[in-house]
């Protein structure tokens, strides 16, 4: 028993060497910055005060408290941090492991199923992403028709209760017409499967409405895959529609209406531009991506992904970007260059991967943009984030200035010069 206890504090001096680099927070005065507010406008040389993790101040002509620890960006810039409103960050480690993904449970309706107690909190993806500028995310549980409960996280904290951002939603897989590549279904095969999802999926809800109703009542016993339902039929909770076929989306579409479900997003919406203006008469708000994708079909333009959000946006839909990766969400800038480049603007498209995205998700009054009262979730760039030439220079989460560290840079530093040791038997001299 005696070395069980030894090895693990030998081990816990080793990991608290003076080699680790911990995140810090005080009270901060960014000063001399250009500052991409989102919401209001840009302020040219800057100041932001950061206080208790919140945004204190923001303007041209602030004072800086004579506590405040001055940094200044002179010839920056400063933008809210960049959301990615889809991923598997935090349940997907290793693919080929079983042991280390935790995004899938076993059976059709789990939406009782939490994403958030799954989060790993040292997963190496995720300070890999945080150095790109990517501070807070929407990791999301897959598999049957229900398969659980996404959470909203910031890309900061040892639990994952810390690293909660305040949002969570139901996620649903739409029954799809969509012909398999890797096994090609008849017209009538391809209906028959819809209608059988489709059955699936109403009684589920009717079940769930029929709880809502009875529940509370001697008669009724604790359902938990019901219960986790209630809070998108009362308007409490979101719900995360998955669709991507144009004649899906339409089908979604009367769905959510026929229900008169209120708080709902379409996800994926791969479609979306060939039924942009059926979505804008919808009011319902996409999350689409990625953007660096291929088209759905053979006979598509090659950049029919690339202009798919432009062409929502310009119709009136409420668009953010995702990136549904893991190890890549630190691409979600690229993805919203490429959404820049081809229709959608660059202000839109910083808007679909920050206020927009905050906004679809419930918590705008608190992230997405720079402004007093805010949390302090923001980076500093030498330029323009969609720009693979621009360098992130920090990265402040919750108030805290992370360490501009990651796996990847530590095997970068390592391996730049690599030059061998000396051997034991020799000595070094001079010349």
């Not at 206890?5 to 680790?20: H, M, T």
Request: charged content about 20%.
């Amino acid at each position: 028993m005696l070395s069980l206890l030894i090895l693990p504090a030998c081990l816990y001096a080793q990991v608290n060497s003076s080699d680790i680099i911990r995140a810090e927070t005080s009270k901060y005065a960014l000063t001399n910055a250009k500052i991409y507010t989102v919401t209001n406008g840009v302020i040219e040389k800057g100041t932001i005060i950061i206080n208790n993790g919140i945004i204190e101040a923001v303007g041209a002509n602030v004072q800086i408290p004579g506590d405040a620890q001055v940094i200044d960006y002179s010839g920056q810039e400063i933008y809210p941090g960049m959301i990615d409103s889809g991923t598997r960050l935090g349940l997907n480690e290793i693919n080929s492991i079983a042991e280390a993904n935790d995004f899938r449970e076993f059976g059709k309706i789990t939406p009782q199923m939490q994403a958030l107690t799954a989060v790993n909190p040292n997963a190496v993806a995720i300070p890999v992403t945080r150095v790109s500028g990517v501070t807070t995310t929407l990791t999301m549980p897959a598999g049957g028709p229900l398969p659980g409960t996404a959470a909203t996280i910031n890309l900061f904290g040892y639990t994952p209760d810390q690293m909660y951002a305040g949002s969570k939603g139901v996620v649903m897989n739409f029954p799809s017409t969509a012909q398999r590549r890797w096994r090609p279904r008849t017209p009538e095969q391809i209906e028959k499967d819809r209608e059988k999802a489709q059955k699936v999926i109403n009684d589920a809800w009717d079940k769930a409405e029929l709880y809502n109703k009875i529940k509370g009542t001697e008669e009724a016993r604790y359902y938990p895959e019901m219960e986790a339902l209630t809070g998108v039929i009362n308007g409490e909770t979101i719900l995360y529609i998955e669709v991507n076929g144009a004649k899906d989306i339409l089908s979604a579409i009367d769905w959510v209406k026929d229900r008169g479900y209120q708080k709902v997003v379409l996800t994926g919406v791969s479609e979306g531009w060939r039924v942009a203006d059926s979505l804008a008469a919808s009011g319902i708000p996409v999350i689409t991506g990625p953007v660096l994708s291929t088209p759905t079909r053979n006979s598509d333009s090659f950049d029919a992904a690339y202009k798919n959000p432009g062409t929502m946006q310009k119709a009136g839909v409420k668009v953010a970007l995702r990136t549904m990766d893991t190890e890549n969400s630190r691409n979600l800038p690229y993805n919203a260059g490429f959404a820049a480049a081809y229709g959608m603007g660059r202000e839109e498209a910083l808007k679909a991967i920050t206020i927009n995205a905050a906004e679809i998700m419930g918590v705008g009054d608190e992230l997405g943009s720079i402004e007093v009262g805010k949390k302090a979730n923001i980076f500093i760039s030498t330029g323009d984030p969609f720009l693979t030439s621009s360098k992130i220079l920090d990265v402040f989460i919750d108030g805290y200035k992370v360490p501009m560290t990651s796996r990847q840079i530590e095997l970068y530093d390592e391996f730049l010069d690599r030059k061998p040791g000396l051997k034991k038997h020799e000595t070094k001299t001079d010349g």
